[in-house]
C-alpha cells in the first residue's frame, strides 16, 4: 500500500510537469524531463533526494497557483502538487484527512478551528530566513506601531503556539508559527459604475432598494456574516461590540435584516467562489456585491467597467497561510522549509501583488517587480506603461490608479478581519436560516 | 469452481455483489445513524450519544421549509418529467414503426445524458440569464421591454434544469412497459371500435404503470437528494434537503449532517415503499 | 419484420412535433455553449461573443491558473474502466446466481433497490465518515471505486434480470444433454447470447461513472475526478474553457457511443451469420 501510494504520488506529477514543460518548448524529450529538471539557486547536498520529494499542498483556488509549482521544480527541484478546493472543503481536509496533504494553504479564520484539532505542526521561526520581513500585521497585528487592531480574527491572534507541541495560541509572538502568512488583502464592495452612475461610499448601499434584484452577497457564512454586518452597522440598525465575535442576539439581529432584504427581492444570487461573483459581475446580473480584488481585475479584463470601492467604513480583510501537516519528518519536512523559506524570499510575493493581493514579505516581493509595478500595485500611483497580469495580459492601461491606493491605505483602514465566533454554531444555523428563507 | 445450478453456486456467485453493498452501503448507512448521535464543535466530531442534532433538527421551523421546498421541487419535476417522458415514449413505442428507427430516435434522446449533467446545467445560464439569449430574444422581436428575471436563479430555472437533466430517466422504463404491451391487445381495441384516446386511457396507461412507477422512484428520488442543481440553478438562493446536508458536510457538522441525512433517508424510503406498492420491480422487469 | 404501410394517423404528427420539441430542449441548451465555446480571447462565460477564436480550445490542454484538467480526466477514464469491467463481470455473476431462489435473495435484491435510491449524497457522507472514523485514506480506487459501484451495481442487476427473465432455458439443456460442463454451457452458450446487454452494462457503468459526482465529493481523496474538476472549475474558472471542455467531452461521448453501437452492430450480424 505504502509503496503503492508513493509511486503514484511520483508518477503522476511527474508525468504533469512533462506535459508542461514540453508544451513551454522547455524540456526536450518526455522521458528525461522529470530527471533532469534544473536544479537553480538553493543549492543543498541533498539536492539529490530531494528530486524525489513530492510534497502535497491543497488549499483554495486563490493560492493554489500551477505556476507555483512549476516555479518551485525549477528552483527547488521537487515537485508540488497542488489540489484547489473552497475555504469549507479546505478546512474539512486539514482536520479530518491529515495524511492526505504535507502543506496545507488555509485561512487564519479557518486556522483558529483547525490548528486546536492537532493536525498540524507550527514551524521553527528559527528556520524561516525572511521572518524579520513578514509584514508585522502578522507579529504584531499593527502595520504601524500607532495603528489600532482591528476587530475579528486578526492574523497575528492565531499566528504563535506557546512551543513546539502546543495547540494554544499565545498572545504575543514566540518562537513556533502556526502559519507562515501567503496572500491577504482588504476587501470591500465591487459596483458596475456603469450600471450605477453615481458615487457610492458606504457599505449600507448593498441593501439599497435602488438595487433590488440586483446585488448579492458571498455565501461563506463565516465571511458572509461579517459583509452583513458591515451593511447593519453602516445602515445604522445594528452596533456590535465586536463584529468578528457577536453575541447570539447580534446574530440573530442581523440575520433578520437579511432575510428582510432576500424576502423584499434585494439578492440576485449568491457565490461562494470569487469566479463567480466574475462571472455574476460580467454578465450584468448584479451589479454591487460583496468581492475580491482579483475579480475586480478579470470583469475588468473583459471590457467591463468594474470598481473596488472604498466605503467610509473600512475594510473586511483576510488572510491565508501555509501550514505543515503534523506527519512532515525528515526529508519532506527539510524540502517543507525549503519551500518557506522560497515562498517568502520574493517570487511568489511579485506574483501575487500582480494579482492584487498582498503578499506577506513586501521587501522581497520589491525586488522581483519593476518600480512601475511597485508604484502601482503597492504605493497607490498611477501607473506610468501598462501594467501586465502574471500571465501577460494587460490589466491596466498607463494612466490607471489602484481603486482604494496604497498599500498603507487599504491595509490601514481595516474595520474587521474575517473570523470564527465563539458563537459559531448559531450563526451557520442562522445562516443557513438567511440562506433556506 | 463450483457448479453454478447448485445453491452454493449462487452463494457463490452473489458473493462479489453482497460484499460491496455491505462495504460501501450498509456500513457507511449504519456510520451515519451512529454519528447522528454524536455531538461536535468547530473542527471535530466526539463521539457521544445525544438527540440535540435531531431536536434541533425537527425543532428548526428552516427544516420544515426546507422540506417543503424540496417536495415542491420534487413534485413539479415529476409532474412534468411523466408528462414529457410518457408522450416521448408512447411516441417511440407505437408511432415509430421500425426497430431501427426506435434505436436511432432512441439514441438521439441518450446523447445528451452522456455529456456531464453540470455542464449540461450550466449551459442554461448564458441562455436564460438577463442578457441571455432568451431575454434577447424576446427583446429583439418586441414581445417583451424589460428582461424577464424570473428565468435565472429561481425555482423556474432549477426545476427546468431538473425536468431537462431527468427526463431521460422516465422515458426508459416506460418506453421499456410499452414495448411489452401486447400489440394484439391494442388492435382488439381497435377492432371492438375502441377511440385512440379510449386505447391509451384504458389498456396502454394500465399495463405502462410499471414503468411510470420506476421512473417515478427514480425521478423523485434523485430531485430529493440532489443539491447541484439547486445550488447552481438558484443562484444558491433556494436550499433544499441535499443542499442542507452538504453544506452541513461543508461546514464540518457532520453529526448535524447525519442526522439530517437520516431523516432524509427516511423519508425517501418511505415514499419509495408507496411506490413501490404499485408494481413488483422483480416480476416487472 | 413486414409491416404494412398505412396511413399515419393526425396523432402521428403531433407526437412527433412534441418529439422533436423534446430534442430541441434537450440539445438547445448545450447549443450555447457550443457557440460560446468558440469566444473570443476576451470573451466571457456569456452572451454577447467577442470575436471568434479556437483559443479557448487550445488553452484547454494548456496548463489552467488552478486544477488539472488532464489529470483528472484520465483519472476518470481510467475509474469508469475499473467499474465497468467489475460491474459486468459481478453483474453477470449475480444474474446467474439469481435464476434460482437461495436463501437472502429478497434482501440482496433490496439492497440493490436501496443503493439506487438512497440520495448519492449519503452514500458519500457515509463511506466518508467511516474511512474518517477508521482513518482510512480515502482514494479514487478504493473508497471512491466502491461509491461508484453502489451506484452502477443496481442498474446491471435490473438489466440481467431483465435478460435473464426472457432467457430460454431450453438452449442450456440442449448443451447439457450434448455433455456440455456447467462452466463450457456457460462459456459457448449463455454468454454468446447475453454479450449484447453485457455490452449494454458495459455503457451504463461506464458512463454513470463517468459522470458521477455527488458519490466522488467525499470518497476521492485529494485527487479529482473530472466531474469533480468541472464542479470546481465552475467556481473557479471565469473563461469559456469550461465550455470548450463541455463541447469536447459531448463530442467524445458521440465517438464511444458510435464505437459501442457499432459494436452492437457487429455482434448482431456475426450473430445472424453464425
Known amino acids: 500500500m505504502t509503496t503503492e501510494k508513493s509511486k503514484l504520488k511520483s508518477i503522476l506529477p511527474g508525468k504533469d510537469v512533462t506535459r508542461r514543460g514540453f508544451l513551454k518548448g522547455a524540456a526536450a524529450t518526455a522521458g528525461v524531463a522529470i530527471g533532469s529538471g534544473a536544479i537553480t539557486g538553493f543549492p543543498t547536498i541533498w539536492a539529490q533526494n530531494i528530486k524525489n520529494v513530492t510534497l502535497r499542498q491543497f488549499g483554495t483556488g486563490v493560492s493554489n497557483i500551477n505556476a507555483v509549482a512549476d516555479k518551485v521544480k525549477e528552483d527547488l527541484g521537487f515537485t508540488l502538487q497542488m489540489t484547489a478546493l473552497d475555504s469549507d472543503a479546505v478546512a474539512q481536509r486539514a482536520v479530518t484527512q491529515p495524511n492526505s496533504f504535507d502543506i496545507a494553504d488555509i485561512e487564519y479564520w479557518i486556522c483558529k478551528k483547525v490548528f486546536p484539532a492537532g493536525t498540524l505542526q507550527p514551524m521553527d521561526v528559527a528556520k524561516i530566513k525572511n521572518y524579520d520581513k513578514i509584514s508585522p500585521l502578522f507579529i504584531t497585528g499593527k502595520l504601524t506601531p500607532d495603528s489600532k487592531i482591528a476587530q475579528g480574527t486578526a492574523p497575528h491572534k492565531v499566528g504563535f503556539v506557546e512551543g513546539p507541541d502546543s495547540t494554544d495560541f499565545a498572545s504575543a509572538p514566540t518562537q513556533w508559527m502556526t502559519l507562515i502568512p501567503t496572500i491577504y488583502n482588504a476587501d470591500t464592495l465591487g459596483i458596475r459604475p456603469d450600471l450605477i452612475g453615481r458615487p457610492i461610499n458606504s457599505w449600507a448601499e448593498l441593501l439599497n432598494p435602488e438595487f433590488k434584484g440586483k446585488a448579492s452577497i458571498l455565501n461563506i457564512p463565516a465571511i458572509g456574516i461579517m459583509d452583513a454586518a458591515m451593511v447593519s452597522e453602516a445602515m445604522g440598525e445594528i452596533t456590535y461590540g465586536d463584529k468578528g465575535n457577536m453575541t447570539q442576539e447580534e446574530i440573530n439581529k442581523t440575520i433578520a435584516l437579511m432575510i428582510e432584504a432576500k424576502r423584499a427581492g434585494q439578492f440576485r444570487a449568491f457565490w461562494k467562489s470569487f469566479d463567480e461573483s466574475v462571472n455574476l459581475m460580467a454578465s450584468g446580473e448584479v451589479v454591487i456585491q460583496s468581492m475580491w480584488s482579483p475579480a475586480i481585475a478579470a470583469v475588468r479584463s473583459k471590457g467591463i467597467e468594474c470598481k473596488y470601492q472604498p466605503l467610509k467604513e473600512g475594510y473586511r480583510a483576510w488572510g491565508g497561510g501555509i501550514g505543515l501537516a503534523k506527519h512532515l519528518s525528515g526529508l519532506e519536512l527539510e524540502a517543507a522549509y525549503e519551500y518557506i523559506n522560497w515562498y517568502l524570499s520574493g517570487w511568489v510575493g511579485a506574483y501575487l501583488n500582480r494579482q492584487g493581493y498582498y503578499s506577506a514579505a513586501p521587501a522581497t516581493a520589491q525586488k522581483f517587480m519593476s518600480d512601475d509595478e511597485w508604484g502601482y500595485w503597492m504605493e497607490g500611483k498611477e501607473a506610468q506603461g501598462d501594467i501586465m497580469s502574471p500571465e501577460g495580459k494587460v490589466m491596466e492601461k498607463a494612466g490607471a490608479v489602484r481603486d482604494g491606493g496604497s498599500y498603507e491605505e487599504r491595509m490601514g483602514h481595516v474595520a474587521c478581519w474575517n473570523s470564527v465566533m465563539d458563537e459559531n454554531k448559531h450563526m451557520v444555523r442562522k445562516w443557513n436560516e438567511f440562506i433556506a428563507a | ?285 | ?274
Open chain 3, 1 to 274: 419484420m413486414v409491416r404494412t404501410r398505412e396511413k399515419r394517423p393526425t396523432a402521428f404528427y403531433i407526437l412527433a412535433a412534441f418529439f422533436a420539441l423534446f430534442v430541441l430542449f434537450l440539445y438547445g441548451p448545450m447549443l450555447t455553449i457550443f457557440i460560446l465555446s468558440f469566444q473570443g480571447e476576451n470573451g466571457g462565460l456569456t452572451f454577447p461573443m467577442n470575436g471568434f477564436s479556437f483559443h479557448w480550445f487550445v488553452n484547454l490542454f494548456q496548463q489552467q491558473a488552478v486544477g488539472d484538467f488532464g489529470g483528472s480526466f484520465l483519472r476518470s477514464l481510467k475509474l469508469g474502466a475499473i467499474v465497468m469491467v467489475v460491474t459486468v463481470v459481478v453483474s453477470f455473476m449475480a444474474g446467474l446466481a439469481f435464476r434460482r431462489r437461495f436463501r437472502g435473495d429478497t434482501f440482496v435484491f433490496y439492497l440493490a433497490i436501496a443503493s439506487l435510491i438512497v440520495p448519492s449524497i449519503l452514500i458519500s457522507l457515509g463511506i466518508g465518515l467511516l474511512f474518517n472514523i477508521f482513518q482510512i485514506q480515502p482514494h479514487w480506487y478504493s473508497s471512491g471505486l466502491g461509491a461508484h459501484l453502489t451506484w452502477t451495481f443496481p442498474f446491471g442487476l435490473l438489466i440481467m434480470f431483465a435478460v435473464f427473465n426472457r432467457f430460454d432455458p431450453s438452449f442450456e439443456e440442449a448443451a447439457r444433454d450434448l455433455g456440455a460442463s456447467n462452466w463450457q454451457t456457460i462459456r459457448h452458450v449463455v454468454l454468446p447470447m447475453v454479450a449484447p446487454s453485457l455490452i449494454g452494462v458495459a455503457m451504463f457503468s461506464f458512463t454513470l461513472s463517468y459522470d458521477e459526482f455527488a458519490r466522488t465529493l467525499m470518497t476521492a481523496g485529494s485527487l479529482n475526478t473530472l466531474p469533480l474538476e468541472i464542479y470546481g472549475m465552475t467556481t473557479n474558472v471565469t473563461t469559456p474553457v469550461l465550455y470548450a471542455l463541455g463541447t469536447l467531452t459531448t463530442v467524445f461521448s458521440f465517438v464511444i457511443i458510435g464505437l459501442a453501437f457499432g459494436a452492437v452492430l457487429l455482434l448482431r450480424r456475426r450473430k445472424a451469420i453464425g
Open chain 2, 1 to 285: 469452481m463450483s457448479a453454478p445450478n447448485s445453491k452454493r453456486g449462487s452463494y457463490f456467485l452473489i458473493t462479489p455483489m453482497a460484499l460491496v453493498f455491505a462495504i460501501f452501503l450498509v456500513i457507511p448507512l449504519l456510520t451515519i445513524v451512529v454519528v447522528s448521535f454524536w455531538d461536535y464543535d468547530e473542527y471535530r466530531i466526539l463521539p457521544d450519544f445525544i438527540f440535540e442534532n435531531y431536536s434541533y433538527l425537527l425543532g428548526s421551523s428552516v427544516t420544515w421549509q426546507i422540506y417543503l421546498n424540496t417536495f415542491k421541487y420534487a413534485a413539479l419535476t415529476w409532474a412534468f418529467t411523466l408528462g414529457i417522458g410518457f408522450t416521448v415514449a408512447y411516441f417511440l413505442a407505437f408511432h415509430v414503426r421500425s426497430l431501427t428507427w426506435q434505436i436511432i430516435l432512441f439514441m438521439v434522446c441518450t446523447i445528451p445524458f452522456w455529456t456531464s449533467n453540470i455542464i449540461r446545467m450550466i449551459s442554461w445560464i448564458p441562455f436564460l440569464g438577463r442578457n441571455g439569449l432568451l431575454n434577447q430574444a424576446l427583446m429583439g422581436t418586441g414581445i417583451i421591454h424589460e428582461p424577464l428575471e424570473f428565468l435565472l436563479f429561481s425555482d423556474f430555472a432549477v426545476v427546468l434544469a431538473d425536468v431537462h437533466l431527468y427526463t431521460l430517466f422516465m422515458v426508459v422504463p416506460i418506453f421499456n412497459s410499452m414495448m411489452r404491451i401486447d400489440r394484439s391487445l391494442i388492435e382488439a381495441a381497435r377492432d371492438n371500435g375502441a377511440s385512440g384516446w379510449a386505447t391509451l386511457r384504458h389498456i396502454i396507461v394500465p399495463l405502462s404503470k410499471p414503468g411510470i412507477a420506476i421512473g417515478s422512484i427514480f425521478v423523485i428520488t434523485v430531485v430529493m437528494g440532489d443539491f447541484i442543481t439547486v445550488r447552481l440553478m438558484s443562484g444558491g438562493q433556494s436550499a433544499s434537503v441535499g443542499l442542507q446536508i452538504s453544506n452541513e458536510i461543508g461546514l464540518l457538522q457532520y453529526p448535524a449532517a447525519a442526522a439530517s441525512a437520516v431523516v432524509l433517508l427516511i423519508t425517501v424510503l418511505l415514499i419509495v415503499t408507496a411506490l413501490l406498492r404499485l408494481v413488483d420491480i422483480r416480476k416487472e422487469l
